[in-house]
C-alpha cells in the first residue's frame, strides 16, 4: 500500500532518495554476480584461460565484483587481465590492472592501455574466454586509433565533435571508424584467436543496443563509413578543425580500401554473446516504486529523451502546465532519462553540464509553478566540467534565488548552469557512483491547495 498524499520527507529528501534508488538498482556489485551466474551456470565456469577487459566508468567497480565472484564460485579459474576508467573511478582488484584514463577526451594513458587490452586479446587461443566489462564512457577511453591516425589526432576529433553539439550516438558512429578496437573490432580479435566472447554491458544510451554502447566493442555495428563522413558534413566540420589524417581514413574506407567495422555476417558460427545487465528504464522504474512510498504517482516519461538541454527544460515546463490545466487532484513525479546535449557558443566556457543547464532551464520555464521540486542527474556522479552530479530546487531555493537577486536567464546565457546552483547550496554531489546509466531526471509535482 502506498501513502496517499502524505509526505514524510520533505521534497529535497524525496529527491535525493529516488536519485539513490535509481543508482543502486545498476550497482554492479550487485549485478554481476547474478549475470555471472545465468552466464556461467554450475559446471560451466571458464575452463581454459579467463581474459578479463573492459573499459568505462563503471567497468573497474564490474572487474573488483567480477573477482570476487571468481574467487568463491570459479577457484581454478586463472583470471588475469585489464580494464579501463576514468580518473578517479577504480576499485580494488588483485589480479585485472587498473587503468585510469581521460575521458570525454582521450589521453596517452588511455591510448597505452587501451594497446594492451588489444594486445592480451590477440594471445588468447582456442577454449579461452574473454569477458569484456564494457559501461558508458568506454568510446573514450578505448580510443585506440587505427594505424595512420595519432591519439592527438583523435582527442582534436573528439574535441570539434563535442563543440558541435553531436549527439553521443552520432560522436560514436565518427570514432568506430577510427578505432582499432570499437565497432566490433575487439569480437573481431578474439574470435580470429578461436575465443569465446561474453561481454557484459551497463547501458547509458537510448535504446540500449550493444552497438550503441561504448560504441560497441563486442558487437556487430550497424554504421558505415558513410554514415560518419555524413555526420562531419551535417556539423560542417571540415580540414580547419578535423586532422587529414582522420579524414584521409575515412575517405580510404568510403573506398574500400580500410575494413568496416564487424557485421552480422562475420558473427555466423562464433562464440559472442552481449549481454545488456543494467539499463536506465530499469533505474527509472526502480524510482518510480520508491516514490509510490511517498504518496507521488510515479509517470515514467522514457529514457530517451535527447535534445539541447535548455529545450528539454522547456517542454517539460510546458508539459506540467497541461496537467495544471487539467487539475492535480494527488501528487505526481514525472521522471525520465535520456541523454541531452549543451551546445556551447564560440567564446563562452560554461561551467556545469547538460542536466544542470536542463534543471535551470526547468526552473527559469516554471517561476509562476508554486508547488514543484525536481531533480537531474549523472547517474555516474559527474555532470559536465564540474565535480557534481547535478542540482536539484524545491520552493525555499527558489525563494532564495529571488532574495539573493539571481537571475537564471543570465546564467543560462553564460551556460554556468554550475555557478547558479552553486550559489544556491543546490548542487547534488556524491562522488564517483562506480556505475553509469545516463542521466536521471525527477519533477515532483504536489496537488493544487483546496
Known amino acids: 500500500m502506498t501513502q496517499q498524499n502524505k509526505h514524510p520527507l520533505p521534497p529535497e529528501a524525496i529527491l535525493k532518495n529516488a536519485f539513490a534508488t535509481a543508482v543502486a538498482v545498476a550497482d554492479p556489485q550487485v549485478i554481476i554476480p547474478q549475470y555471472l551466474a545465468k552466464i556461467f551456470s554450475t559446471g560451466q565456469e571458464p575452463k581454459g584461460r579467463c581474459l578479463v577487459v573492459g573499459a568505462g566508468k563503471a567497468s573497474a567497480s564490474m572487474a573488483s565484483a567480477l573477482e570476487a565472484y571468481a574467487k568463491t564460485h570459479w577457484p581454478q579459474t586463472k583470471i588475469s587481465g585489464v580494464v579501463l576508467t576514468r580518473y578517479g573511478h577504480s576499485a580494488p582488484t588483485s589480479h585485472i590492472k587498473i587503468v585510469e584514463a581521460g575521458h570525454p577526451v582521450p589521453d596517452q594513458a588511455g591510448m597505452d592501455g587501451a594497446k594492451e587490452v588489444l594486445a592480451l586479446t590477440k594471445q588468447l587461443d582456442p577454449g579461452d574466454v574473454l569477458i569484456a566489462l564494457v559501461s558508458g564512457g568506454g568510446s573514450s577511453l578505448l580510443t585506440l586509433p587505427v594505424e595512420g591516425v595519432s591519439i592527438e589526432d583523435m582527442r582534436k576529433t573528439t ?147 535527447t535534445g539541447e538541454a535548455q529545450t528539454v527544460g522547456v517542454s517539460q515546463a510546458q508539459l506540467l502546465r497541461e496537467y495544471l490545466l487539467k487539475g492535480v487532484s494527488k501528487p505526481l513525479a514525472f521522471i525520465s532519462g535520456g541523454e541531452c546535449t549543451v551546445t556551447i557558443p564560440e567564446g563562452i566556457k560554461g561551467r556545469g553540464g547538460r542536466c544542470s543547464e536542463y534543471l535551470l532551464s526547468l526552473f527559469a520555464a516554471t517561476q509562476d509553478i508554486a508547488n514543484i521540486a525536481a531533480l537531474a542527474a549523472d547517474t555516474d556522479g559527474i555532470d559536465g566540467s564540474e565535480k557534481n552530479a547535478g542540482a536539484w530546487f524545491d520552493g525555499a531555493i527558489r525563494k532564495a534565488g529571488q532574495s539573493q537577486g539571481l537571475t537564471p536567464e543570465t546564467f543560462l546565457a553564460s551556460h554556468d548552469c554550475y555557478g547558479f546552483f552553486a550559489e544556491l547550496g543546490a548542487l547534488v554531489e556524491t562522488g564517483p557512483t562506480l556505475t553509469n546509466v545516463n542521466d536521471f531526471r525527477i519533477i515532483l509535482l504536489d496537488k493544487e491547495h483546496e
Not at 216 to 221: F, R, V
Open 159 to 305: 574535441e570539434a565533435l563535442l563543440r558541435s553539439g553531436a549527439p553521443i550516438e552520432e560522436m560514436n558512429i565518427v570514432r568506430k571508424h577510427l578505432s582499432a578496437i570499437l565497432g566490433g573490432n575487439l569480437a573481431r580479435a578474439a574470435i580470429a584467436r578461436g575465443a569465446r566472447v561474453e561481454a557484459l554491458l551497463i547501458s547509458d544510451v537510448t535504446g540500449d543496443s550493444p552497438a550503441d554502447i561504448a560504441s560497441g566493442p563486442c558487437a556487430a555495428d550497424y554504421s558505415s563509413y558513410q554514415d560518419a563522413v555524413n555526420i562531419l558534413t551535417k556539423y560542417r566540420l571540415d580540414d580547419k578543425v578535423i586532422p587529414s589524417s582522420v579524414l584521409t581514413h575515412l575517405k580510404q574506407g568510403l573506398a574500400g580500401e580500410k575494413p568496416e567495422t564487424l557485421k552480422d555476417a562475420d558473427l555466423v558460427n562464433v562464440q559472442v554473446s552481449n549481454h545488456v545487465i543494467a539499463t536506465a528504464y530499469k533505474s527509472l522504474e526502480a524510482a518510480a516504486e520508491y516514490v509510490q512510498t511517498q504518496g507521488y504517482e510515479p509517470i515514467i516519461l522514457g529514457d530517451t529523451i
